[in-house]
Nanobody
Framework: QVQLVESGGGLVQTGGSANLSCAAS????????MGWFRQVSGKEREWVAA????????YYADSVKGRFSISRDNAKNTAWLQMTSLKPEDTAAYYC????????????????WGQGTQVTVSS
């Protein structure tokens, strides 16, 4: 099974940027689609972005389109979420995950979750 560990969260000012990393271990990482999700306390987890196993296709939720960028390097077993123009409503715990396809990822059908990293955007 794939093990995932996120890092890079912290406190950021409105309009600032942050880069989240997801380090993976396990031999099957390169054959999974990868996604990022976020969750605010008391609300359901929502899908943010997804990328195909070969990194040629990316998809974004409307709320982050044009501001966030997802990428991966299978040789390094690492994925990233680059975030710019951050808003207070982006404040959440961010989770990376792996799944079969980008379509199932957007439907929150995933195989493994990371532990999460908190991003707080101050106003």
């Amino acid at each position: 099974q794939v093990q995932l560990v996120e890092s890079g969260g912290g406190l950021v000012q409105t309009g600032g940027s942050a880069n989240l990393s997801c380090a993976a271990s396990g031999p099957t990482f390169s054959n999974y689609a990868m996604g990022w999700f976020r969750q605010v306390s008391g609300k359901e987890r929502e899908w943010v972005a997804a990328i195909g196993w070969n990194a040629e296709s990316t998809y974004y939720a409307d709320s982050v389109k044009g501001r966030f960028s997802i990428s991966r390097d299978n040789a390094k077993n690492t994925a990233w979420l680059q975030m710019t123009s951050l808003k207070p409503e982006d404040t959440a715990a961010y989770y990376c995950a792996v799944g079969l396809t980008t379509a199932t990822m957007a439907a929150k059908k995933v195989s493994s979750w990371g532990q999460g990293t908190q991003v707080t955007v101050s106003s």
